[in-house]
């Protein structure tokens, strides 16, 4: 796609809004966290666009401003700290929009530096990063939204950032492009460098296209250098698998974040959003999770063990399940006597951390 295409802006799909509505959900939690521990926040979107729709829908460096600018705790997000949203758009059409769609905006909190730069993303970063580690400093936390028009990264400059404590990255991993770059030679540097290695090589072997989209995934993944990576799957109009969007970060309450902001989004349970969908159509009845595959993974990992909830809490951290499904499950597995909960004082609840024991063999049933 070029960098111009009106098709583009001229449309907004089920998936535009659904990574819209992720990244809302997302920031509206992560800015009162960051700002009550840091005197310096920052947002950095590596491709800003024009940050405005045709169809009147924000693009994602509006709505990053105005998820700040229209929290219900401003005010105490704005105290004391600084936040500098950094936008790179190198398409000059692009950035003029760009820059009288922040205008539009109105007056700005003194405390909310917005700085706009028509170059490519790449170059900036990497020259900030080089800079930041051979003068021994710090980046300030950072959520750094990397989403490219091709599928053109640079593992190296995202391990980069990771490095950094506190910098956490949402990626736009443009899985259509790349699964049929596998079996285009011309493409090889482009690989290489989206991997960090020669290993993707071997990807155009697998025939089966689910197990090779599994392992292009989890290759990816396994490469950044981040202790939590979560993903949510993006379908096209064919039904087929047209990009993920990565979250990559080394603190659990990113990840408890980011497994809500799914939720919120994909609240079947299917971790998964829909190009077909209409971005505008209420949903008036929320679809009831599946709970089958939580209920598989718990009996597989914890049939004959007797353990406390802060264990299981610590096992759920690594699942995109929530605390809330858990709960339920337990709770119903409780009073069917499929499990026997003590030691946890004088009234039942999972706060007080009770002893949980699990028989070795799972009950009919359960």
């Known amino acids: 796609m070029s960098k111009t295409d ?25 800015y009162p966290i960051l700002a009550s521990a840091n005197g310096r926040v920052i947002y950095i979107d590596c491709h800003a666009g024009r940050g405005r729709h045709t169809t009147g829908h924000e693009g994602s460096p509006i709505l990053a401003l105005q998820i700040l600018l229209n929290h ?45 730069f028509e170059s490519d993303y790449e170059a900036a970063l990497c020259e900030i990063v080089d800079n930041l580690w051979q003068r021994g400093e710090r980046l300030a936390p950072s959520f750094v939204f990397v989403d490219p ?18 910098c956490e990255l949402l990626i736009n991993l443009m899985y259509r492009y790349i699964n049929m770059a596998t ?25 089966n296209p689910e197990d090779r989209q599994n392992e292009i995934i989890s290759l990816f993944s396994h490469q950044l250098q981040a202790k939590f990576v979560t993903h949510m799957n993006m379908i096209g109009d064919t039904n087929g698998l047209k990009y993920v969007l990565l979250h990559a970060s080394n603190h659990a309450k990113d990840r408890k974040l980011m497994k809500d902001s799914i939720w919120a989004v994909s609240p079947d349970g299917s971790f998964s959003a829909y190009q077909r969908a209409n971005p505008d159509q209420l949903v008036v009845i929320e679809p009831k999770p599946n709970l089958g595959p939580l209920k598989d993974a718990l009996w597989t990992v914890f049939a004959g063990k007797q353990l406390r909830m802060e264990k299981i809490y610590e096992w759920l951290l690594g699942e995109l399940y929530l605390e809330k499904h858990v709960h339920e499950v337990l709770r119903e597995y409780r009073k069917q006597e499929f499990i026997k909960c003590s030691d946890y004082g004088t009234r039942f609840a999972f706060s007080n951390n009770p002893l949980v024991s699990f028989p070795s063999e799972r009950p009919a049933g359960s």
């Open 6 to 30: 009106e098709k583009y802006w001229s449309e907004y799909t089920g998936l535009q809004h659904a990574k819209h509505r992720l990244l809302s959900k997302y920031l509206g939690g992560w």
């Open 72 to 116: 219900q705790s401003r005010n105490r997000i704005l105290n004391g700290t600084d936040l500098h949203f950094v936008f790179f758009e190198n398409d000059d059409q692009n950035y003029e929009y760009l820059g009288d769609e922040i205008t539009a905006l109105g007056d700005i909190p003194k405390n909310v530096h917005i700085h706009r």
């Open 149 to 166: 028009y091709g599928f053109k990264l640079s593992m190296a400059l995202l391990n980069s950032l990771l490095r950094f404590r506190g």
């Open 183 to 207: 079996t285009r030679p011309e493409h090889s540097s482009n690989m290489d460098a989206l991997f960090g290695c020669h290993d993707w090589h071997e990807l155009s072997s697998i025939k």
